[in-house]
């Protein structure tokens, strides 16, 4: 079977359809038949292409469906041929490498470490370095002929592209190939020793191959650099079939670091592994933890990603969001550690149910309401809807009263003093996120409002139990003055009802928050302001402010304390997430802690 390569007709185009879809389950018998991949889609037109999002490749893997999507018009133009070779290649991405949106992530990460100055590369070689773990154990276990996919596919700018002659000659290798079956032209003598620890990465590596997505990217490295000043024709583009792999995803564990991704990237070179001419070391060392001075030298900040970075990931994954969105789904998994459990529901002392007689049972009833026992003693002859009855039942009163979680007013300081944290890790928001989050899950509802200057807030519609507007507040920046928004306390509880919900007022700021004893802007003094603010919202108040000094070295913080607020101060910002997981225990987890009201 061969369709013709120059306009195929779309009878030849449907009649390739039903081919490749025949071999489908030839294709998963290579791997697993018992896999959570959908059917194929076949796309017959460049629309069926654009709807599917199938764009730089005849064919592809989507992880976030679980889905392979394969371009029969670009096959019939390019290939011809090899149905079980290319489903069995998009199968392997499913089954062995990248297999999950997170993992996806992480074989991205590694690169990226490896490609300093052309990082927007990781995500293509993330994708070359899969297909060569996929396509060698097709070749070798599976007697497919890739090697045959590449012949029809390499043919194109290939000698004018030492990248794509490089990964052509690591195949040869692999393959016991002869030179020249699959490159172009003369082959330096730099790219066959390229090529050949390579082939040795791809064999030592097969079964840990996030443990060699570093040790790759560093092999490729030069090559890039060099494509990088040159307008050469990139032959290796033509089957970029994972690059979006994790389109329309989200994976999770992002945020925090692997312990073996701090490594330092090791070319293949260097590594006694891979190349025995430097020497062996006892395998345990080889892939040891980085020393402080390797730290030192290449600036790691510790176990977990600068937001930055997890949105540059997440775009190389193919998940493209704006630095906001990604800073509220950054915040949100970092917190997520650190919240209240769940909170358990108490069941009343007495909940046995009580029959209260019985109603009509009509045929637009669930039939097992059904009381058939009282239906046929009212009548031998059971009509549906006419002498059908069900039976009603009540409860018990509960011996225990309702409890009631307190609501939380919060006020997040993001003056010029403050870092954004849609750039960098903002521990404010950090800590009101884990605050915030901890209160919806014990039922509570938010008001957050982040401050700055005069006239710079933003806040939530009152309070809600909206994670994501909590979170887009927690996460914006004003980065200008210091100025406690003192009218918004003061219109939140002017006018509350003696029976609302109690509230609690947090506020998490330095020594700024000394303008909330500031006039309003009605001539009214804050301290008065915020008095009746405490009192009306009744569930108490908390500062927690970052001072070089004590409380008791502020009059006005003294004065504070007085009026009912608790102070407490971190000497670190880093502090504050220690003090929001004890405040959202003590506030919110269930122990029979005052703060839940009794109704």
Known sequence: MSAARSGPTMAVLEDLRDEWAARWPDALALWSPFTRLRPPRFCLTTEDEAREGLTGSFAMIRLVDQTVVVSIRQVAELLGDFPLEILGHEIGHHIL??????????????????????EHRAPSVAN???DLLINDRLQRSRELDMAGVY??????????????????????????????TLTHGTIPPRTEGDAVLGARLVRSFANRWLAGAGRFGALCLPYLL????????????????AIDAGAGGFPNGLTEIDDDELEPPRHPALDPELNDTIGTQPRETIDEEPTA??????GSRGQFREPFEYGQLLAASGLHLDEHEVAVRYYRERSVGHLIPFPTRRTPQATDPLPEGVEPWDVGSPLEEIDWIETAMRSPVIIPGATTVRREWGTSTGGEPAKVPIDLDIYVDSSGSMPDPRHNISYLSLAGAIVCLSALRAGARVQATLWSGTNEFISTPGFVRDEQAILRVLTGFFGMGTAFPIHVARDTYANRPPDARPAHVLVVSDDGVTTMFDNDERGRPGREVMKHAIAAAGGGATMVLNLWNDVGNDPQLVQAQQDG????VVKNWEDLVTFARAFSRRAYEDRGAPVAVSR
């Not at 390499?154 to 195949?171: E, I, K, S, V």
């Not at 001075?293 to 290449?298: I, T």
């Open 97 to 118: 490498c990248p297999a999950d949106l997170s993992d996806n992530v992480r074989l991205i990460a590694r690169i990226r470490r490896a490609l300093p100055t052309v």
């Open 128 to 130: 070359m370095y899969a």
């Open 151 to 180: 012949e029809a596919l390499g043919t194109r700018g290939a000698a004018q592209d030492p990248f794509w002659n490089f990964y052509m000659r690591l195949y040869e290798i692999l393959w016991s190939r002869p030179r020249g």
């Open 226 to 241: 060099d494509e990088e000043k040159s307008e050469k024709p990139q032959a290796w583009m033509i089957w970029q079939d």
């Open 293 to 298: 001075l390797d730290d030192a030298e290449h």
């Open 565 to 568: 607020w608790d102070i407490h």
